[in-house]
Every structure is written in structure tokens, then in C-alpha cells.
């Protein structure tokens, strides 16, 4: 099975730079998406296609994806993007999911 | 805008099978493709599987053997059966769609619902 790893927890300041890697072999290969996830709700798809933001989404989110990591940036991180957030790849006609990364703003 | 609905209950024995339900409202079922997912209390998300807009489905191998999903164009639903429950099954399940134009389909879910909390004990 294919896996997808992230860190457990990310602290940034507010207005400062968050970067959320997630690894995954020859993820570069595959499209990366980035899903927000704040407490007690759904997740909220803010990243496809490694870079795409769709609508609604801050200019703040962006994305890359190259070699084995994908990287989910947030520039001038403010304290409502507080949550969780996951990585996700399509592989082998199977939808897979990252560990998870738990972003902190204080 | 595209609404999913899941609905079902929220308490089921063990070894028993979980039916929930997800209604679909601002897009045709017709088309895409209409994933599970859950999340036990506390982890991340585990892909269930997915029923194409044709009927045919795929799901994960890790739960293949106790997965069935299905369609009702007429409803506009979409469901989910999970046999053999333990504990471990324990989560909040969660439907969500794969835009898909002809045959090509995403790779990610852009509408999810709500989520429903099951939970497995006698």
C-alpha cells in the first residue's frame, strides 16, 4: 500500500511562513491535494492538483510538489487557519490519505 | 452549491452491519464518483471506497471484504453497508464527491458532508 507521512504538529507566529511537508515515494509523480480541517468539522479541500487553490480559498494557501515531497505553504499564517491538515494522493486507482499535521498559531 | 447528507445511526452493536445513507442535493448523482471516509476519534482520515456514477465501485483493500456501497438515482442517495463491526470501527463517517467529466475524474474530493458519528458497542 502506498503511505503518506507528515509531520505530527507545526508552530508558526502569526504572519510568519508555516510550511507543512508531506512524503510519499515518487509523490511528485502523482497529483498532491491539501485538505483544512478545523475542530469538530468536515475537511475543507484548499489545495488540488499540487498547486491549484479553488475558489474561496485565501492566496495565502499554496502548494508544490516535487521528488518525494509535496509542501503546503501558508504565508502570513493568521490565527483562524489554526487546525489540522492532510495530504492526499491518488494511487493505483485508490485514494490515500497523510498522517495528518496539527498546526499551531501562537 | 452541492450539499451531501449523511444519515444513519449512531449506535450499532458489535458484529453487527452498518447501513448509512448520504443525500445528495445541487448536483446529479448521475455523475462523478461518491466516496466514505471516516475518522476514528482522534486519528486522520481512512479512505473507505468509492461508487462511480454507473454503479461500479472500488474500495480499499484493508476493507474490501466487508464493504458494499451502492446508488439510488432516484433518490439521489448514495450508501454505505460495513459488516462485522468491532469497536474499531468506531468514527466519524464521512461522504464526500470526486468530480468526475465523462470518464475523466478527479483526484480529490471537493464537497464532503457533515460526517456522522458511529459508534460500535453493545
Known amino acids: 500500500s502506498y503511505d503518506l507521512t507528515q509531520p505530527p504538529s507545526v508552530s508558526v507566529s502569526p504572519g510568519q511562513t508555516a510550511n507543512i511537508p508531506c512524503s510519499g515515494d515518487k509523490l511528485g509523480d502523482k497529483y498532491a491535494s491539501w485538505y483544512q480541517q478545523k475542530a469538530g468539522q468536515s475537511p475543507v479541500l484548499v489545495i488540488y492538483?499540487?498547486?491549484r487553490r479553488p475558489s474561496g480559498i485565501p492566496e495565502r494557501f499554496s502548494g508544490s510538489n516535487s521528488g518525494n515531497t509535496a509542501t503546503l505553504t501558508i504565508s502570513g499564517t493568521q490565527v483562524m487557519d489554526e487546525g489540522d491538515y492532510y495530504c492526499q494522493a491518488w494511487d493505483s486507482d485508490t485514494y490515500v490519505f497523510g498522517t495528518g499535521t496539527k498546526v499551531t498559531v501562537l | 452549491q452541492v450539499q451531501l447528507q449523511e444519515s444513519g445511526p449512531g449506535l450499532v452493536k458489535p458484529s453487527e452491519t452498518l447501513s448509512l445513507i448520504c443525500t445528495v442535493s445541487?448536483?446529479?448523482?448521475?455523475?462523478?464518483?461518491w466516496g466514505w471516509i471516516r475518522q476514528s476519534p482522534g486519528k486522520g482520515l481512512e479512505w473507505i471506497g468509492y461508487v462511480y456514477h454507473n454503479g461500479g465501485t472500488n474500495y480499499n483493500p484493508s476493507l474490501m471484504s466487508r464493504v458494499t456501497m451502492s446508488l439510488d438515482t432516484s433518490k439521489n442517495q448514495f450508501s454505505l453497508k460495513l459488516n462485522s463491526l468491532t469497536a474499531a470501527d468506531t468514527a466519524v463517517y464521512f461522504c464526500?464527491?470526486?468530480?468526475?467529466?465523462?470518464?475523466?475524474?478527479?483526484?480529490?474530493?471537493?464537497?464532503w458532508g457533515q460526517g456522522t458519528l458511529v459508534t460500535v458497542s453493545s
Open positions: 492538483e499540487d498547486n
Open positions: 464526500a464527491r470526486v468530480y468526475c467529466s465523462g470518464t475523466n475524474c478527479r483526484t480529490y474530493f471537493d464537497y
Open positions: 445541487g448536483a446529479s448523482i448521475s455523475g462523478h464518483y
